[in-house]
């Protein structure tokens, strides 16, 4: 059994075998959203806050950070956006960037034990990643491809997460503080790419022993009604033991498919994370406040 | 690997180990139906007639059909309601009565090789049932409770399970016409009934060698947003290595939860299913047909 603790000043969110499913709020990125990216590039940070607000409200345990704008001083707006948000909310956050300059300004600014995202099993990667996380505490996610790319063979990518979590270990981060991202191909592209990481998760957990996450969503890549596949793959993933996922709250399948796949696997006691989630709405005069989230498809 | 064909005069439905996941439509059936019940006795067949098309268009790749009013004739009704559906549709059929006599009934009339609904572990029961079935050339459900009730410990229903498929044998019916019903309990009241079930599929897959089903909306029972808890235990039971379900095709829950498992499983080459059931409507004077389905919640 293995807990991996992230933590804001004040508040914890635990990844682990035996608990309920993490969901790591995606919606913090620019990628691809070049409004945002926009507004990010000019110290507008006006919706980086009601999206973290919305991705909390929906039932995100933990908020993916990301300021990866191009021509942008990435380091600056990723500190000024963590401090932001750790200003309005405990919520923990994932620092998120392929540039270590600036997961190291998110390090230096951000209250608590952060996950950072992420290290890969490049060599030079570890070298500069490694003892960054070492230094500030924080967990890390590792990403099983290295120099050679990303193998379609499950076994190499098993292998490339071993030789991180020993790298890991040789650096005084124990195993435990290792989230290890199978790397999720398009099923559109691969139909093996389910049985292949459902294999992967499996061997991770069991012979690794380290939780596990992925970018749900890359599963769908080029496909119609992609909520739907997230749903499915998210609740197979669970049952083959995947830990957490970089997900995106506000899609009600997503919701659906993991608290759906506690309630499954015996880890929603009595049904009540479910219960209190999609109840109907109370009658006039009783409780609120758990309705927003309920029934809406997306925000 | 297993199959189970079932057929109409021209047309075979095969549950399979390696085949995509088999929808038995559960909507012929009176049982909290008032209105339909009522039709039904009175010898009104147009909502029978209207399901039947409705499930068909759907997804359903067999139809149950049940004529289970109080009071009512039941054997007579079902004969007339079997031969009905033969009337307009190709699609094999599961006969589905707790009477034997309506057992009997139906299966006088079908054309083909039809699914009986269902045999249980009491001895009257088979003794009564079994015959039946082998006389014609049928294939069975088989309910894992016997005398002493549903047992809490899922290794007594493997135990009944066996036994009815070794009856069977001893009747000449084989183990590949012989699907097993695991039972599944709400998951509200049994916190534990996820994984009993998910524990007895397999058990059932890799030693007794046959093909499940289940009423899936069991699993539901008592919680809110039933289907997407539904979604989340096909997803999970076909990982599982379910291959059957009697359920709604007209909630698009069961249709994403399946097909999206069928895509992850490898059951579904270049996602060419989920593709045709789901891709956007197509542009004007193009195909249709396929859209009917798509998007919408319920019918």
């Known amino acids: 059994m293995t807990d991996t603790i992230i933590s804001s000043a004040t508040r914890e969110a635990v990844i682990g075998f035996e608990r309920p499913f993490t969901i790591i709020g995606e919606r913090i990125n620019p990628t691809g959203r070049k409004v945002l990216a926009a507004e990010m590039k000019e110290g507008d940070y006006s919706r980086v806050e009601a999206d973290a607000k919305a991705q909390i409200a929906a039932g995100a345990h933990i908020l993916d950070v990301n300021a990866g704008i191009p021509l942008a001083d990435e380091p600056k707006i990723l500190a000024e956006i963590i401090q932001l948000i750790q ?16 997961l190291e300004a998110g390090l230096n600014v951000y209250q608590g034990k952060a996950l950072v995202n992420s290290v890969t099993g490049e060599d030079e990667q570890m070298e500069r990643v490694l003892p960054l996380v070492k230094k500030h505490g924080a967990a890390v996610v590792a990403i099983s491809n290295d120099e050679t790319g990303i193998s379609q063979d499950p076994d190499v990518r098993f292998d490339v997460a071993k030789k991180i979590v020993e790298r890991a270990a040789d650096y005084g981060i124990p195993a435990c503080d290792v989230v290890v991202d199978p790397l999720v191909m398009p099923i559109g592209a691969i139909n093996s790419s389910g049985l292949q990481v459902f294999k992967l998760i499996h061997r991770l957990r069991t012979e690794l022993k380290v939780n596990t996450t992925c970018g749900a969503s890359n599963i769908s890549f080029g496909l119609p009604n992609r909520d739907g596949i997230n749903g499915a793959f ?9 830990t957490s996922a970089i997900a995106n709250p506000m899609h009600t399948e997503v919701i659906a498919a993991t608290l759906g796949a506690d309630v499954m696997m015996g880890r929603d006691p009595d049904c009540m994370n479910w219960i209190q989630r999609f109840r109907e709405a109370p009658a006039e005069g009783e409780g609120r406040g758990r309705r927003a989230g309920g029934r809406r498809r997306r925000a």
Do not use: H, K, N, Y
Request: aromatic fraction near 4%; proline fraction near 4%; charge should be negative.
């Open 87 to 102: 200003g309005f909310t405990d919520m923990p956050l994932c620092i998120d960037s392929s540039i270590v300059e600036a």
């Open 234 to 242: 998210l609740s197979m993933a669970i049952q083959a033991g995947m």
